[in-house]
C-alpha cells in the first residue's frame, strides 16, 4: 500500500501518543468509523444493532448527516444498501453485528457479490483478546465471507481504522465493482486515536486497468468493420460501467443489432428497433438465434454464463469470431475462447472504439448488413413474446404490460424477486434506461425484491418503485413491511400470486414427469389483512378487468404502501425456454413444442 509523501507526512504527524496519554479529545474507534462515512459522503446506513457495535451505535446517535434505517432482519439490511448501490451507482453500506449478525447478513453479501456491486458491509466483532475463543456471538468473519467479497479486512489496531475504510471504500468501487466487508472487534470500536482519513489510497496489489490495450482495440474495429453478421452482446457491466450512452451511440454509429443479459436491460432502450431482446433461457427467439449465427460478436460487461450460452459445445459448434471487453481479466475466455480480448472499464474502451470507427477509411458492409437484418426480422415474425390474454383469469404477462403501459413516461423502478415473475418482468417491462431494473442475476436470490424497493425509494422519494414479486418470494423478507412504515418508503408491491413456486413447477412440469414435489403453497395468509396490519394498504385483485384499476389506484396512493395480491393464472409457464443441456438455439417457444 503507498501513500503520497503529503499524506505520510501527516500520517506521521498523526501518530498516536502512548494510551496512558491519549488526549480525552480524541475521537473513539467508533466516532473514526462516524467520521470515515462522512468523508466518503455516505447518507443512508442500513443496520441491526448487537453488543459487538453498540459504540457504534452511540457514535451514530450523536451525529445528523447519516440516516440510519432500523431493517427487521440484517439480511434485509444488506440487501436494501444493494439496492441503493444499484439505483444510484454509489458505495451501498451495512452495518451488523457479530456473530447471527453476520451469518443472516451473508446471503445479502454473496447476493452482491454475484453480480458485482459496490458494497462496504461493517460488521462487529468479540474484543480482540476474545478472538477464537468460541466467545459469545462470535464467529470467523473473515473466513466465512472470503469466498463471497471482493475483500475483507479485520482491524485490530484502531490506528489502522481510518485507512482500512479508505482502502475498502477504494475497493468497492473501483475496478470490478464488488462487496467489501470490515470486521471490527468491540475493543477497537471504543480505543481513541487522533483521526486522519487520507484523501487518496494506492495499493500495489490492486492496480485494476482502466485504459484498454490500443492495439487490440484497433483489431476489433477492423473485425467489427468486416463483419457480415455482427451482433452486440452487452451485460450488466455496461450499466456498472454507466457506459449506456457510449453503447447507444455506438450501435447507432454501426447500424448493428443489439441484445442485453438479464442484468444489463435498460443499457440499450428496449423502444429501439435495434434491440432484439433480451438473450438466453428465457430471452426471445430473434436474440438467441441472432447471437447462434453471427459470424463477429462484440461481448461488453457481460461473462457467457450458463443462462446465456446454454450449452458451450452447442454454442462453439458454430464458426464466429468474438471480441471481448471487461474490466476484470478472469472473466474472459472463463467459459468461451475468445478470439480478441480488451481489459478496460468498458465506457473508456468503448469511447475509444467508437473514435477508431469513426477514423477508418473502411465502413460496415451495407448489403450483407441489409441481408443480416432481413434474416433477424424474419425471425422476429416468431413473435415469441405473444401470448392469448383470457377474460376469466389474469395473465402475468397482462399485469406487467399493463405497469409498463402505465408508467413508460414515468420516473418508475422496477424490482423484483426471483422465479417466474422476474422473468416475465424482464420480458414484458420494456426498460428504455439504465438502472431501472434491480434484480437478483447471479445469486437468484428470492426476498430480495422488497428491501431493493425500500433502499430505491429512500434514493428516489420523488420516484415510483414497485417490487414485482410471488407469493413465495414476498414472504422471505416481508417483515420489512414494518421498516417501510417506521421509514416512509411507500413502495408499491405487486405479487402475482399463482400459489405455486411457479418456476420449480415448471421444471417439474417439464422435467419431472410433473411431480410436483413440495411446489405448492398450501397455507397462505391473508395478505390484504397482513398489509392492514403492519399500517398498509391491502388489495385483493382477481378479475382480468380488475387489474388496471387496482394499479391506478396503488400508483394514486403516493404516500402510502400498497400490496396487490393479484391472483393470476396457477398453470402459467415462462416462454420462450432453454431447457437445461440445451443449446441457445434450441427453444421451447410454448407448450405445442413439447
Not at 464466429?320 to 480488451?342: A, C, E, G, L, M
Not at 407469493?471 to 405479487?495: A, R
Request: glycine letters at 8%; a neutral charge.
Amino acid at each position: 500500500m503507498d501513500i503520497s509523501p503529503t499524506e505520510m507526512k501527516r500520517a506521521a504527524s498523526a501518530q498516536p501518543l502512548p494510551s496512558s496519554a491519549t488526549p480525552a479529545s480524541d475521537p473513539n474507534g467508533s466516532e473514526i468509523l462516524v467520521k470515515c462515512l462522512q468523508a466518503e459522503n455516505v447518507k443512508f446506513l442500513w443496520g441491526y444493532p448487537g453488543g459487538a457495535v453498540l459504540y457504534i451505535y452511540d457514535a451514530l446517535y450523536k451525529q445528523e448527516t447519516i440516516e440510519h434505517v432500523l431493517v427487521r432482519h440484517e439480511q434485509a439490511a444488506v440487501h436494501a444498501a444493494d439496492g441503493y448501490a444499484r439505483a444510484t451507482g454509489d458505495v451501498g453500506v451495512a452495518l451488523v453485528t457479530s456473530g447471527p449478525g453476520v451469518t443472516n447478513a451473508i446471503t445479502g453479501i454473496a447476493t452482491a457479490y454475484m453480480d458485482s456491486i459496490p458494497m462496504v458491509i461493517i460488521t462487529g466483532q468479540v474484543p480482540t483478546p476474545a478472538i477464537g475463543l468460541d466467545a459469545f456471538q462470535e464467529c470467523d468473519t473473515v473466513g466465512i465471507t472470503r469466498p463471497v467479497v471482493k475483500h475483507n479486512f479485520l482491524v485490530k489496531d484502531v490506528r489502522d481504522l481510518a485507512l482500512t475504510m479508505k482502502k475498502a471504500f477504494h475497493i468497492a468501487r473501483t475496478g470490478r465493482p464488488g462487496p467489501v466487508v470490515v470486521d471490527i472487534p468491540k475493543d477497537v470500536s471504543m480505543a481513541k486515536t487522533p483521526f486522519y482519513y487520507p484523501e487518496r489510497v494506492e495499493m500495489r496489489s490492486y492496480n485494476p486497468v482502466r485504459k484498454g490495450h490500443g492495439g487490440q482495440i484497433r483489431k476489433a474495429v477492423q473485425l467489427l468493420l468486416a463483419a457480415k453478421r455482427p451482433y452486440i452482446y452487452t451485460g450488466g457491466g455496461v450499466v456498472l460501467g454507466n457506459a449506456s450512452a457510449e453503447l447507444r451511440e455506438l450501435a447507432d454509429l454501426l447500424g448493428y443489432p443489439v441484445t442485453n443479459t438479464l442484468m444489463g436491460l435498460g443499457a440499450m432502450p428496449a423502444s429501439d428497433p435495434k434491440f432484439l431482446g433480451m438473450l438466453g433461457m428465457h430471452g426471445t427467439y430473434e436474440a438467441n438465434m441472432t447471437m447462434q449465427n453471427c459470424d463477429v460478436l462484440l461481448a461488453v460487461g457481460a461473462r457467457f454464463d450458463d443462462r446465456v450460452i446454454g450449452n458451450p459445445k452447442h454454442f462453439a459448434s458454430v464458426e464466429r469470431k468474438i471480441i471481448h471487453v471487461d474490466i476484470d481479466p478472469s472473466s474472459i475466455s472463463k467459459r468461451v475462447r475468445v478470439d480478441i480480448p480488451i481489459v478496460g472499464d468498458v465506457k473508456d474502451v468503448l469511447q475509444e472504439l467508437i473514435a477508431q470507427i469513426r477514423d477508418a477509411q473502411s465502413k460496415p458492409d451495407v448489403p450483407s448488413l441489409s441481408a443480416w437484418w432481413k434474416q433477424i426480422n424474419e425471425w422476429r415474425k416468431k413473435d415469441c413474446l405473444s401470448f392469448k390474454n383470457s377474460t376469466e383469469v389474469i395473465k402475468p404477462q397482462h399485469v406487467v404490460q399493463t405497469l409498463w403501459d402505465l408508467t413508460k413516461d414515468s420516473d418508475a423502478y422496477i424490482t423484483s424477486d426471483v422465479g417466474q415473475h422476474q422473468m416475465w418482468a424482464a420480458q414484458y417491462y420494456r426498460f428504455d434506461e439504465p438502472r431501472r431494473w434491480i434484480n437478483s442475476g447471479g445469486l437468484g436470490t428470492m426476498g430480495v425484491g422488497l428491501p431493493y424497493a425500500m433502499g430505491i425509494k429512500l434514493a428516489k422519494p420523488d420516484a415510483d418503485v414497485f417490487c414485482i414479486t410471488g407469493e413465495g418470494s414476498i414472504q422471505m423478507c416481508i417483515q420489512e413491511l414494518s421498516t417501510c412504515l417506521q421509514y416512509k418508503t411507500p413502495v408499491k408491491i405487486i405479487s402475482l400470486n399463482n400459489r405455486y413456486l411457479g418456476m420449480v413447477r415448471q421444471w417439474q412440469q417439464l422435467d419431472y414427469g410433473g411431480r410436483y414435489s413440495h411446489s405448492y403453497m398450501d397455507a397462505l395468509p391473508d395478505f390484504v389483512k397482513l398489509a392492514e396490519a403492519y399500517g398498509h394498504v391491502g388489495l385483493k385483485i382477481e378479475k382480468p378487468s380488475d387489474v388496471e384499476g387496482a394499479l391506478r389506484e396503488a400508483i394514486r396512493l403516493k404516500d402510502r404502501t400498497v400490496f396487490l395480491d393479484i391472483r393470476t393464472d396457477p398453470t402459467e409457464n415462462v416462454w420462450p425456454m432453454v431447457q437445461a443441456g440445451k443449446g441457445i438455439s434450441e427453444m421451447l417457444l410454448g407448450s405445442e413444442d413439447l
